[in-house]
């Protein structure tokens, strides 16, 4: 007997899960609510249908970006070779023509006798689970209201995000550290974890005009009900009045700059984002600006003057758990993270892939469902799943996405700023991407060879 997995979701990263476990030989079902049901921007009924940009990002081998294609190839992602086969012309990005990209997904996953395609909203994980050996949920950013609250009672209405307000991070490597200065408030100069960006005023007021004035990005309809109840944008304060930005996130109180001797006019604190200290969140900066205004005007900050941007801004609809808390590195609920009916046994294994996993962007989606498969399929067929080295590029940002310690978790984007840091630091920004890539790759290089070994990516061939 086949074991059999329900896939709910066929969007990038449900129909990559859908069509590896195929492959794998496991009998699989299809749950989409679409053309029935919409979500408020997919437009048809169509799997992988992107619902906003048709471009995958840049395929340039040194960048996370195309670290992350290079891994999509060497797994022999379907979604990505739709990609490749539907390209259209885009410079140094692969950008594709989104209803032919659409198409080919269908048709394949279509065409695929062990997977079943269902055509209605899941309503509820403990009903539709019954039957099955493994369930994938892969229902993204848009996740129904209905699925999305049997979620939140599922796992805990703390543990399920609706909006992402995410301030922007910058790389560490690109700060000047000859003006911020180390301290928390209240307590001595050089102590503490954060770093302090002091205002002189004429360098706030410029900042303030700054914000005032920079485009932004319009929220649709669906967004602005609730988007800005729970926390304000930066330039929406900046708006307020001259004074807002400092008695609010900029306040100085219990700061001193070590240059002046006394409290700046106003501070921007940056805090880690991991242990390494690669990368720093612009503390009780979320914004809604363009992201080519955001590199604009958070470089007026002292200090930032040539920031690079790890993660811009947003404030946008977005459903997605809290992993650090939730999963573990299969892309699998905790147990004891699920209520008594599952911690009971009562429900087959969880998986959560996608951008309800809490990941950001397209190609990061398909490689998390490509990446749940995997688990599903070693899990199910007993053996174990190599360890994905946190070298690689979606390695990098399961580790970070799924270690408890992450705090404040807000979904991401493969990016070098979470990379482990090179054993030799390299100082010129090429050079050093080119050796997070080349480290990258021989690291993707013995993964799947271990895969190999261990059974796992037998059956790939002949799928089309
Ligand atoms: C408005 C918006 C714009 C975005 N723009 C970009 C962009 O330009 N570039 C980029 O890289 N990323 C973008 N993203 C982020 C992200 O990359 C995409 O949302 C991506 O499609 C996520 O893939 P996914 O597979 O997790 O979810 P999706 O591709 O959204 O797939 C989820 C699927 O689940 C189905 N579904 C939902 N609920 C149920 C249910 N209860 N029962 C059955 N089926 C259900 C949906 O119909 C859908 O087909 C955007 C996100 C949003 C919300």
Redesign the pocket.
Known sequence: MKKKVLV???????SEAAYQLACRDFAVTL????PEK??P??KGGL???????N???STKPESAAGMLKAELAALHSMVYECALKHRVLAGGALAVDRDAFALEITRRIGGMPQIDVVR????SIEREARGFDAVVI???????D??ASDLSSLIGGDFLAFYDAAAPIVDAESLDFAKLFVQSRYEEEGAGDYLNAPFTQESYVRFEEALIGARRVIA?DFETKELFSACQPIEEIARKGHDAMRFGPLKPVGLTDPSTGRRPWAALQLRAENADKTCYNLVGCQTNLTFGEQERVFRLVPGLEHADFVRFGVM???TFIDAPRLLDSHNRLHVDSRRAAVAAGDLPPLYV????AGT??????IR??LHGALAVAADLRGVSLPLLPEETAFGALLSYATNPETKGYQPMHVNFGIMKPLEKPVRNKGARYEAYARRGGEALGCYVEELRQAGLMEGLDGAE
């Open positions: 709910i979701g066929a969007g990038l990263a449900g749950l989409e609510m679409r919409q979500t921007v997919h799997f992988g249908e992107l619902v906003c940009s471009s995958l990002k209605r909203e899941a309503l892969a229902t993204g950013p848009l996740t129904s209905a699925l649709k946008h609809r977005n892939v996608g951008q309800l950001e962007g397209y190609c990061e989606a998390s469902g």
